[in-house]
């Protein structure tokens, strides 16, 4: 099980990271066109938001099914990943009291560190219920 958790945590940095890019981490944000550029990078004019964002935990998706080989907890990626970026976008991860999307560096890195959090902690989450069910996990 300790593979399959390094490989989820490995396939998630990979698809959160390198492999999403400039353009998804800007166009998957439905807040960028009410944000400074410098907050958010910008948006992509012309490029529906939801799109981009369901493309990118589509993806995710994707990768955890390649790992765990389990439809089920691909499934519940692609719409945890989804909610949580939405979220991190929408401002939901912000200081107590705080009102609307994050718009300073350290609302920012708060929000961008929370979202990070959950993500880890659906891979363990998968792993556990797999291991609490006696579920074996992996295409390979």
Known sequence: MLTILFLLLFVHYLADYPLQGDFLAKAKNHNAR???DYAVGGGIPGVPWYQALFAHAFIQAGF???VTGC???ALAEMGLHFVIDYGKNAGWFR???AKGPCCCNDC???AFDFD???HVLCKV???AIAHMLGLKLGLF
């Open 71 to 73: 439809m089920g907890f």
């Open 34 to 36: 009410t944000l400074p």
């Open 125 to 127: 989450s998968y792993v």
């Open 116 to 118: 990070q959090f959950l």
């Open 95 to 97: 200081s107590a009291g």
């Open 64 to 66: 955890v099914f390649l």
């Open 108 to 110: 920012i890195r708060f």
